[in-house]
């Protein structure tokens, strides 16, 4: 061995370092937001793990990791000892931990032959009998940014989920050997835990209906018969590990009494939930513009107006005709309550306010409101924005550009000869790889940025202050991990390509930006596919 192999070795050894570090950092941060209520005894643990972490990114001189450790640190040192923080607290721990995830993604250092990565989830473990198979899941799971461990024996597994409690498991019901086995270790598994582990459940039979009433008691979510393919697989984890991204919900609070307001903040920051306290009825509409809240609580009786009027105008804006609107009263009078319903008002809380029954109510409303809007502007296939709203986005990002003077840029993205897979494997598979470069984009790019399905096998994907140069620096690298990807297709596998082209926003129209983006995007696919082109008007 040379001396030039020798120090390629050093540089991934120690990129490994640092970035297994990294990981145990998104990990105790992933513990924390799962147990808020004691994050002041994560704290301290967090500090250490990342104090670590810059030292071992400082001494191999990898600068993005120690910038965004130290960042971290100092977001962290505004989080008072021995509290939970609070909304805006948590938003600025979230932003550190993100740049983070995202100085593995862009990394300066081209050397290394093998990205390294920093994973955003605790650990995915595979307990099923067929280890190709599960080495084949792991290999899938890992291109996802998932943290994935198999296990030949129920002893083996639950030792491990005794050390470090996995996000999810993947489990056959006859895991060891014995009929129902892998139910009875769930089982087991599922008493140490205060919070059940999501499982999802796969058989080679048809279990009858008390085998699926036992897997669904002890935590199953899914119970795949027969046993399905990878891509299917990897769908379902996503969707029961995708609760550690949920934003708080933005809560505008109407009271005039200052006391019962000052009450209610405290109530909903303890539960991280970002709130917004008003005292005078007069500014119910600048709050409005300024906050865009998701649910509302109205006082019923202010002085000058009561909550029902305030609701109904509220209901008067397009914007705001679905946002849930819960009214507090001392009211007791059931017929004066459902009134005061059926005037814009979705749930009645009688005070004195018990804060466990209404943060329950958030959240069951806050979910439902959720869930609706989606409907409306996200596509039904991939959870992406859809067309619409897309452009919708990208004016909003335009205006912000404009005003802050930050650089912007809008890319679209097109899969190569999709038609080809569709006739070949089927419109089911097809679908699948439209998810499954859906989930690969979600989890590449920031949070910051904004992805959207244009239609069909396009997509269009906004990156608010970005350099044209970045922007292509970060999806060719998406363009290239991808294309390694194996799509799953029964007994066969296949790999699908796709091409993209960048315009940076130059001062004009939204149109104008989609349609320099859209030729960059017809010269890539002029200069044979599988590229990352930029505009040049």
């Given amino acids: 061995m040379n001396d030039e192999s020798q120090k390629d070795k050093l540089r991934q050894h120690f990129a490994r370092r640092v970035t297994t570090q990294a990981r145990v950092v998104l990990d105790t941060w992933q513990k924390l937001r799962a147990h808020m209520e004691e994050s002041p005894a994560f704290r301290e643990d967090l500090i250490a793990a990342t104090e670590k972490l810059v030292r071992y990114a400082q001494r191999f001189e990898m600068d993005k990791h120690a910038s965004a450790g130290q960042h971290l640190l100092e977001a962290l040192a505004r989080w008072p000892a021995g509290t939970t923080p609070d909304a805006e607290q948590v938003q600025v721990l979230e932003t550190a931990v993100e740049e983070l995830g995202q100085s593995t993604l862009r990394r300066a250092d081209q050397d290394l032959t093998e990205t390294p990565r920093t994973y955003r989830r605790t650990p995915v473990y595979v307990a099923i009998s067929n280890m190709e198979m599960a080495t084949r899941l792991i290999?899938?799971?890992?291109?996802f940014g998932f943290r994935a461990s198999a296990f030949e024996n129920p002893e083996a597994l639950m030792d491990a989920?005794?050390?470090h409690k996995p996000e999810t498991i993947l489990m056959d019901v006859n895991f060891g050997g014995a009929l129902n086995e892998g139910i009875a270790t769930v089982e087991r598994l599922q008493e140490r835990h205060d919070t059940p582990i999501p499982i999802v459940f796969m058989s080679d039979e048809d279990g009858t209906i008390e085998t699926r009433l036992r897997a669904s008691r002890c935590g199953g979510e899914e119970f795949f018969y027969p046993a399905v393919d990878p891509g299917q697989l990897i769908e379902k984890i996503e969707t029961y590990t995708h609760g550690n991204t949920v934003e708080p919900y933005k809560v505008l609070v109407l009271d005039d009494s200052r006391a019962q307001a000052k009450f209610m903040e405290t109530v909903l920051k303890k539960a991280g939930m970002t709130a917004h306290i008003i005292t005078d009825p007069m500014q119910i509409i600048t709050a409005l513009e300024s906050f865009a809240p998701e649910i509302i609580i109205l006082d019923m009786y202010m002085p000058g107006?009561?909550?029902?009027?305030?609701?109904?105008?509220?209901?008067?804006?397009?914007?705001?005709?679905?946002?849930?609107?819960?009214?507090?009263?001392?009211?007791?009078?059931?017929?004066?309550q459902l009134h005061a319903m059926s005037l814009g008002g979705d749930d009645f809380l009688t005070k004195p306010i018990d804060p466990k029954h209404l943060i329950a109510t958030i959240h069951n409303r806050g979910r439902r409101a959720r869930s609706l809007l989606a409907l409306m502007i996200r596509d039904s296939l991939t959870g992406l924005f859809n067309h619409t709203h897309t452009l919708y986005l990208l004016d909003q990002e335009i205006v912000k550009a404009?005003?802050?003077?930050?650089?912007?840029?809008f890319a679209m993205l097109d899969i190569d000869y999709?038609?080809?897979?569709?006739?070949?494997?089927?419109?089911?598979?097809?679908?699948?790889?439209?998810?499954?470069?859906?989930?690969?984009?979600?989890?590449?790019?920031?949070?910051t940025d904004h992805i959207g399905r244009y239609g069909g096998e396009e997509f269009a994907i906004i990156l608010p202050d970005t350099r044209e140069?970045?922007?292509?620096?970060?999806?060719?690298?998406?363009?290239?991990?991808?294309?390694?990807?194996?799509?799953?297709?029964?007994d066969r596998e296949f790999t699908v390509t796709f091409?993209?082209?960048?315009a940076c926003w130059?001062?004009?129209n939204s149109q104008r930006l989609c349609e320099r983006a859209d030729r960059a995007l017809y010269n890539a696919k002029a200069q044979g596919r599988n590229c990352v082109i930029a505009s040049e008007d």
Avoid at 139 to 143: G, I, P, R, W
Avoid at 311 to 331: G, K
Avoid at 402 to 409: A, D, F, N, P, V
Avoid at 499 to 502: D, E, M, R
């Fill in 139 to 143: 290999k899938q799971l890992e291109f």
């Fill in 161 to 163: 989920c005794a050390l």
């Fill in 305 to 336: 107006c009561t909550g029902m009027e305030i609701a109904r105008v509220i209901r008067q804006q397009d914007r705001f005709h679905s946002v849930p609107i819960i009214y507090l009263s001392a009211e007791d009078d059931v017929t004066k």
């Fill in 402 to 409: 404009r005003q802050k003077g930050h650089t912007l840029c």
């Fill in 418 to 447: 999709f038609k080809k897979v569709n006739d070949t494997f089927g419109h089911p598979i097809g679908d699948r790889v439209l998810r499954s470069l859906s989930m690969f984009l979600k989890q590449r790019l920031r949070k």
């Fill in 469 to 490: 140069s970045d922007a292509r620096a970060v999806l060719n690298e998406i363009r290239e991990r991808f294309s390694e990807l194996q799509q799953p297709a029964g």
């Fill in 499 to 502: 091409s993209a082209g960048v």
């Fill in 506 to 508: 130059d001062g004009e």
